[in-house]
């Protein structure tokens, strides 16, 4: 037949019964499962960063100014100097396998994989990165190609915001709009009260607490927003503040040891307060001379991470005065909390496990 149009949906195979007779019962194919994280450069070089963070920027859940101005400012200010500057900072995170960000992504997939495959259960786990590689349609069209017709979509993010959790749900969303045939899809909203993700963080700290001694103060930073957003309805800030209240709770120490900040500012505007390298500063000045900061946002350790407080952060608390700067890893592929992820995949996988 001649294709007077391209086609408006990306191929897909026709259903193998025809259009004759009575079908067969249709079988309950496997179930996938989609983690979506932020993404990473592909290098540590000035090229990979700049193709990663004009892409990163260009979203207008992440950068809400009108784009026709936000595009000047990007190509004339930001996507002429940045990448170059990241550069050498990615470098230094760089692990033999790739950026962080990537690699403990990719262990927390293969993990739950693990787990689901152990249990019995019949699903496909990809990892799908909102930014970059590998992508949310490479990720998808793998499940989709391995027989997926029902898709669990868990955003890496425990507390939910319009820059991370919603542009995850968007990219999905808009890559199902190319499909004839599109999938059952669920998405996971927010899940910092899960017990399973307290629970591990808790861990996390009491574990590096009995080997090593308590601070004078535990600083739990988590990635900034514009002040506006929250102004405007993003619930972010409330999620992160409860899951400040449940992780106290559950460490159980004197509510004075435990504090809360915001890192990784960008741009002009007020973000949330206190600011994290400022905040440490100003402890040291006060006299603070043990901290340890620990990043309950981040699943995965990362350039913010990293870079940002582990080196950076150190460098301002201790050049002021501060004595021991104690950085408490993300849950990476600690086994406790792939098997909590899991959990959770499993606990919103119900009704479709046979
Ligand atoms: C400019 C606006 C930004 C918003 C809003 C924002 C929200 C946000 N980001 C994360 C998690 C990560 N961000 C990371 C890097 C990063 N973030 C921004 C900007 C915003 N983030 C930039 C420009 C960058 C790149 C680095 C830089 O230029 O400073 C990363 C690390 C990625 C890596 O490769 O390691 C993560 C993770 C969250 C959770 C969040 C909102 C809650
Ligand atoms: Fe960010
Ligand atoms: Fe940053």
Redesign the pocket.
């Known amino acids: 037949m001649i294709q007077l149009f391209a086609p408006r949906y990306l191929p897909e195979p026709a259903d193998p019964h025809g259009l004759d007779g009575e079908p067969p019962p249709r079988e309950a194919g496997p179930l996938g499962v989609l983690l979506v994280n932020?993404g990473?450069?592909d290098e540590p070089t000035a090229k990979s960063i700049r193709r990663y963070?004009r892409e990163?920027?260009s979203d207008p859940r992440?950068?809400e100014i009108p784009s026709w101005i936000w595009q000047i400012i990007l190509r004339i200010f930001i996507l002429t100097r940045?990448p170059q500057a990241?550069a050498p900072r990615?470098e230094e995170i760089w692990l033999e396998q790739g950026?962080?960000?990537l690699v403990y992504s990719q262990a927390q997939a293969l993990g739950v994989q693990q787990h689901l495959s152990d249990a019995g259960v019949p699903a496909h786990v990809e990892l799908g990165m909102r930014y970059g590689n590998p992508s949310i349609p490479d990720a998808m069209d793998a499940l989709r190609k391995k027989g997926c017709e029902r898709i669990l979509v868990v955003p890496m993010?425990p507390?939910y915001?319009a820059?991370?959790t919603a542009t995850a749900v968007d990219a999905v969303a808009a890559h199902a709009a190319k499909l004839r045939n599109q999938p059952e899809m669920r998405f996971v909203k927010r899940y910092y009260d899960e017990p399973g993700y307290i629970d591990a963080l808790a861990r996390q700290v009491t574990d590096y607490w009995a080997l090593h001694g308590k601070p004078q103060r535990l600083l739990l930073s988590f990635?900034g927003?514009?002040r506006r957003t929250i102004q405007q309805g993003d619930p972010?800030h409330r999620d992160c503040m409860e899951t400040v209240l449940l992780l106290k709770r559950r460490l159980g120490v004197d509510a004075s040891l435990v504090h809360v900040s915001f890192q990784?500012r960008?741009?002009a505007e007020k973000w949330l307060e206190p600011y994290t390298e400022p905040l440490l500063r100003e402890w040291a000045r006060q006299g603070i001379t043990r901290v340890d900061v620990m990043c309950p946002?981040?699943l995965a350790d990362?350039?913010?991470t990293r870079e940002e407080i582990q080196m950076q952060c150190r460098d301002a608390f201790l050049g002021e005065g501060g004595q021991q700067f104690r950085y408490i890893s993300c849950l990476n592929d600690d086994p406790i909390w792939i098997s909590s992820l899991a959990g959770l995949v499993r606990k919103h996988l119900g009704g479709w496990i046979p």
């Open positions: 932020l990473t450069p963070l990163f920027l992440v950068i940045r990241l990615y950026s962080p960000l993010y507390q915001a820059s991370t990635h927003l514009p972010y990784s960008f741009g946002g981040f990362c350039l913010e």
